[in-house]
């Protein structure tokens, strides 16, 4: 049974940190594509970033907005992946959900093309200005 649990949310100031976890179980995460997705109030969701998985060479991906700022990383020991975010803005508040996908060629340097297959529940970032 596939499944991710997120952690590391909470209440930070603008301009601090925050690492946000994603624990992978039921699957062997170096096969998988990893993304990391967040929903504001009133928004649509947005993908964050991505990193491919399964292939010779690891592609990433982040949104413009988060670029030089956030860093999305996995440890295969751990099967575990995370996002460490930098230089936080209160634009960046939102609940933030870690998806993975066994197509690799869902994540490249361009974009997230297409719906992720498994989701995990959310951990909410504030970032108070």
């Known amino acids: 049974q596939v499944q991710l649990v997120e952690s590391g949310g909470g209440l930070v100031q603008a301009g601090g940190s925050l690492k946000l976890s994603c624990e992978a179980s039921?699957?062997?995460?170096?096969?998988?594509?990893i993304a990391w997705f967040r929903q504001a109030p009133g928004k649509e969701r947005e993908g964050v970033s991505c990193m491919s998985g399964g292939t010779r060479y690891t592609y990433t991906y982040y949104l413009d907005s988060v670029k030089g700022r956030f860093t999305i990383s996995r440890d295969d020991a751990k099967n575990t992946v995370y996002l460490q975010m930098s230089s936080l803005k209160a634009e960046d508040t939102a609940v933030y959900y870690c998806?993975?996908?066994?197509?690799?060629?869902?994540?490249?340097?361009?974009?997230?093309?297409?719906?992720?297959?498994?989701w995990g529940q959310g951990t909410q970032v504030t970032v108070s200005s």
């Open positions: 039921g699957f062997t995460l170096y096969y998988h594509t």
């Open positions: 998806a993975t996908d066994t197509r690799y060629y869902i994540c490249s340097g361009d974009g997230i093309s297409g719906e992720f297959d498994y």
